[in-house]
């Protein structure tokens, strides 16, 4: 008997390619249902086992779900803007474009290999012009866009001229910057049309501000906060500094509370909303003014406890706040800014986890407490965040633990305004919002009396109001890449202008370089012909360019998120030239039904597209407002890695078990040379590494065994399993089914390829029902036994439940029992065989389709309906009965459930069996629990 899973897998992948098994329809009378897999990046590595893991899960489900009577939308596409490729293209000197198509093309050969019901037919890539079309169009509405407070929405920027030109902005409650000053409607109907413009920046929800950013010197580009580790960049480990520069930037602030709202309807997991909460982080409070003695400075400072207001003694600044330059004395000034220059060399996210190393430095300058009147001495200390609140704190040392630790650092005044609390260093461990300050209006009051109370003194006085603030930042929009989408924007002395949408795209231009220019332009400062014309519309050389008709373009490209916002909805029609995505298209789909991706876009990506689509809902392009209903996180396959142990200073390998008693260098070795006894193979070793191929090995019996250990997989650790490979030896139905078989979805667990036979000779065991040893097709339309129907009933109702509640690795269990019962049972019946070859087909879909064929079916399994489960097959109507003599049990005995207690008691005890037992004695008494057990006394 042979199961040729090469030969099936190849079979049923061409079928589907050439019937567009999976094309899913915009108009159809069945129920909808759109699962997606988040965006994969098309890198040059191609996939490794623990890629697909999401992937499989997803097409399980969206197989599922056909199988059930849906119409499902199953796309596919790639993420293909991004830093990688163009870091090779700087190497190299190829272009993005060639190093995306051939990365491309290695993707889509492994997806297939592994046998995914994707719609191919409405693939997409962001790096198409076709694609970036609508991106900068999205761009553009955002640009004619303001968020209306009052209305808790977006709306177009023309109805904010009209509001100017008759109300001025006094009456205004926008989302805006906050040096907005006040104009009537005379003032604006008499500003020039630069001063408008300029105005209207200031309510944009893309806008050009200069920002604090994360810059990394050599990648030549801004970095987002999620692609820097450890205060260097993801990509190539570059350290990374943070600069003030000119940038776009999204007003996704404005959204902050419809953001943390929206979650609350979300079928997401808790920890993910939380991870969100936290990045938004709403906090109630107020906002204090403290005026700079002797100047005409003020410090605005946002506190969630200004009931504690009495017990400032001293305030901090973060080293980036604008005002720092402006009050330092000058005897402090050469401290002050070397303490800067440091600091630029951390990340943000450094510093917010640094919770013990202590710096500051003190400005030279006092504020005045606002009700006191005493001086209060202004620090800079990177504790404190410009970006976040208004980048000053007034700090409390006795009420909260880094204000604490920075007094006790540099022997400031501490006052302790809280009753009966020990501040002492050795009973302190932060005070914040566990007791209520005591001074003389506040004293006896609760926490929100306290608060309200403080706000209305601070009211009084002119000196602050109650404000609620959000952690989330407005985000950075530039990019100083080449390989990313271009803004649509061109320069009208100095103020931007928006490319017509009829003129759209706007395509990237050729350049030489990939680097940034000698004066430090951006990548595309290389392009020679990267100017637009007003007048033919068009992009034309730069040396054409006189700022009259013709105006040089943006430099910056967009980040990574733009294109991968909104992907989910330009699947729904992706060849519409005229829309994004139409109404219909839209209306029918809604949004995902299902999205399954890693944890790591817990924050960046899923806000990100939840702006935009909120946004695009609230311009009336959208329906929806969110644009992921039910979210799941898969867990990370691990590589179990392999070790050789090196002697120091020499070329001298130790085997594992020796190499306890030596001083020993572990080092990374390819898994693909060690077998599964963990045994090396040191010729190929050598090969592998040209440094070692003289190197002496100290060996066991013969063999050098490796140390082993679970860690991420990896290239540089050398532990990457390629799936090909898997696919090649045990074919993708193996590769599937294992893969969900190493653990619940949600957790990381690790790779194993030795276990993988186990679930291969499972295929072997599922084959064999359907053929004879020398491999015909016996299934029989006979009549099948009560327990092949049991069997087949219990697990339909076994995978049905686990299916819906993303438990696959139990119901991979499940199949396996079923299928060693049925053999057992020797079952070759149709009327369990062909519901099982459906009930299989979403785990293991290229067996299946072949004996779905086999069973006499013309068209795919996946047209087949869902076997439906049915309660009769699985009622027990017997029963077997442990018989027992003095309580101690001799054998069993299958009685029906129906007898009643007498007639279980007769028929045991003329059992042959119970007579044996009994040798001719008179039991003095039999004992019957029906349905469960007999014992017999005597």
């Not at 761009?139 to 004619?144: G, R």
């Not at 179990?640 to 142990?645: D, E, H, K, L, P």
């Not at 082993?708 to 050398?718: N, P, T």
Request: glycine share 6%; proline share 5%; aromatic share 12%.
């Amino acid at each position: 008997m042979r199961y040729n899973f090469n030969q099936i897998e190849k079979k049923w992948q061409e079928y589907w390619a050439k019937n567009q098994t999976f094309k899913a329809e915009n108009n159809s009378d069945k129920p909808k249902y759109y699962v997606l897999d988040m965006f994969p990046y098309p890198s040059g590595a191609g996939l490794h086992v623990g890629h697909p893991l999401g992937y499989i899960a997803s097409d399980i489900y969206a197989r599922f779900k056909r199988h059930k009577g849906f119409n499902v939308l199953h796309p596919q596409g790639y993420d293909s803007f991004g830093l990688p490729a163009e870091q090779y293209a700087i190497q190299t000197g190829q272009h993005p474009a060639i190093t995306t198509e051939a990365n491309i093309n290695r993707y889509r050969e492994q997806l297939d290999q592994i046998g995914f019901s994707f719609d191919w037919s409405r693939e997409v890539r962001t790096s198409d012009a076709d694609y970036y079309k609508w991106t900068q169009w999205i761009f553009i509405q955002l640009y004619d866009s303001w968020y209306d407070n009052e209305a808790e929405k977006a709306r177009s920027i023309s109805e904010l001229e009209e509001i100017f030109a008759t109300e001025g902005n006094l009456g205004v409650n926008a989302a805006c910057d906050d040096d907005v000053e006040e104009f009537s409607a005379s003032q604006w109907n008499s500003f020039s049309p630069e001063e408008k413009q300029k105005q209207l920046l200031k309510y944009r929800l893309t806008y050009l501000a200069e920002t604090e950013v994360n810059w990394c010197p050599q990648l030549g580009t801004v970095l987002a906060n999620d692609e820097i580790v450890n205060g260097v960049s993801e990509r190539g480990g570059f350290p990374v500094i943070r600069k003030k520069m000119t940038q776009w930037s999204m007003r996704i602030s404005a959204y902050a509370e419809r953001l943390l709202q929206g979650l609350n309807d979300l079928d997401w997991t808790e920890s993910l909303k939380e991870s969100q909460r936290n990045w938004i982080g709403k906090s109630v409070g107020a906002l204090v003014e403290f005026r700079v003695q002797n100047s005409e400075f003020k410090i605005p400072v946002f506190t969630t406890r200004p009931d504690t207001i009495y017990g400032v003694t001293f305030m901090t600044l973060a080293p980036e706040h604008e005002l720092v330059e402006k009050i330092t004395t000058a005897e402090q000034k050469e401290e002050v800014e070397a303490y800067i220059e440091a600091t630029a060399k951390r990340s943000e996210r450094d510093r917010m986890a640094d919770v013990k190393s202590i710096s500051g430095v003190f400005t030279g300058v006092y504020a005045e407490h606002p009700f006191t009147k005493e001086p209060v001495p202004i620090w800079i200390g990177d504790y404190v965040l410009a970006g976040y609140g208004t980048g000053a704190v007034m700090a409390v040392p006795c009420g909260d633990q880094r204000d604490y630790d920075f007094a006790k650092h540099f022997d400031l005044p501490i006052k302790n305004i809280f009753k009966d609390v020990d501040i002492s260093e050795e009973a302190y461990s932060g005070k914040e919002g566990t007791v209520i300050a005591n001074s003389d209006f506040l004293d006896g009051l609760e926490y929100k009396a306290a608060l309200q109370k403080a706000i209305l003194e601070l009211e009084e006085i002119g000196q602050g109001k109650g404000k609620t603030n959000y952690r989330l930042r407005d985000a950075v929009f530039s990019r100083q890449r080449y390989w990313g989408e271009p803004f649509p924007v061109y320069y009208v002395n100095g103020l931007p202008q928006m490319i017509e949408e009829k003129h759209l795209p706007l395509r990237l231009p050729e350049v030489e370089k990939y680097l940034p220019t000698e004066t430090g332009e951006p990548p595309l400062g290389n392009a020679t012909t990267w100017a637009w014309d007003t007048e033919k519309n068009e992009v034309v050389e730069n040396s054409k360019i006189d700022h009259k008709t013709i105006f040089p373009l943006e430099l910056n490209t967009m980040p990574g998120w733009a294109g991968s916002s909104w992907y989910l909805f330009r699947y729904m029609d992706p060849h519409n030239e005229e829309r994004f995505v139409s109404e219909d298209a839209q209306q029918y789909w809604e949004n995902v039904d299902l999205y399954i991706g890693g944890s790591e876009h817990a924050t960046g990506h899923l806000l990100y597209s939840r702006f935009w689509t909120k946004f695009l809902k609230d311009r009336g392009f959208l329906t929806v407002e969110e644009p992921f209903k039910k979210l799941i996180n898969q867990g990370m396959i691990l590589g179990t890695s392999a070790f050789v142990y090196r002697l120091e200073g020499e070329n001298k390998f130790v085997s594992k078990k020796l190499s306890e008693a030596h001083n020993l260098q572990p080092i990374h070795a390819d898994v693909s040379l060690v077998n599964a006894s963990d045994e090396l193979d040191i010729k190929g070793f050598k090969k592998w590494r040209p440094e070692f191929a003289d190197a002496e090995f100290v060996t066991e019996d013969g063999k050098y065994i490796v140390g082993r250990e679970v860690e991420k997989m990896s290239k540089s650790k050398y532990n990457v399993v390629n799936p090909d490979d898997i696919c090649e030896d045990y074919g993708a139905d193996t590769l599937r089914m294992y893969e969900m078989f190493l653990g619940p979805l949600e957790q990381a667990k690790p790779w194993n390829t030795a276990g993988i036979t186990g679930v291969h000779n499972f295929l072997k065991k599922l084959w064999n029902l359907y053929h004879d040893q020398e491999n015909n097709f016996t299934v029989r339309n006979e009549k099948a036994s009560a327990d092949s129907l049991k069997t087949l009933h219990k697990t339909i109702k076994k995978v049905t439940e686990d299916i819906e509640n993303f438990s696959f690795n139990t119901s991979v269990s499940t199949f396996m029992i079923c299928v060693n019962e049925l053999s057992s049972q020797k079952c070759h019946f149709r009327e369990v065989l062909e519901p099982l070859a459906v009930l299989i087909a979403p785990y293991a879909p290229h067996i299946s389709e072949e004996l779905w064929q086999r069973l006499g079916h013309d068209s795919s399994v996946t047209t087949a309906a869902y076997p439906m489960y049915e309660e009769k097959y699985l009622v027990e109507s017997t029963k077997e009965y442990p018989i027992s003599f003095n309580g101690k049990m001799r054998f069993t005995l299958e009685l029906p459930l129906d007898m009643s207690k007498e007639e279980v008691e007769k028929t045991v005890l003329e059992h042959e069996k119970t007579q044996q037992q009994l040798n001719g004695r008179t039991p003095k008494k039999v004992i019957v629990v029906p349905g469960k057990i007999v014992n017999i006394v005597g």
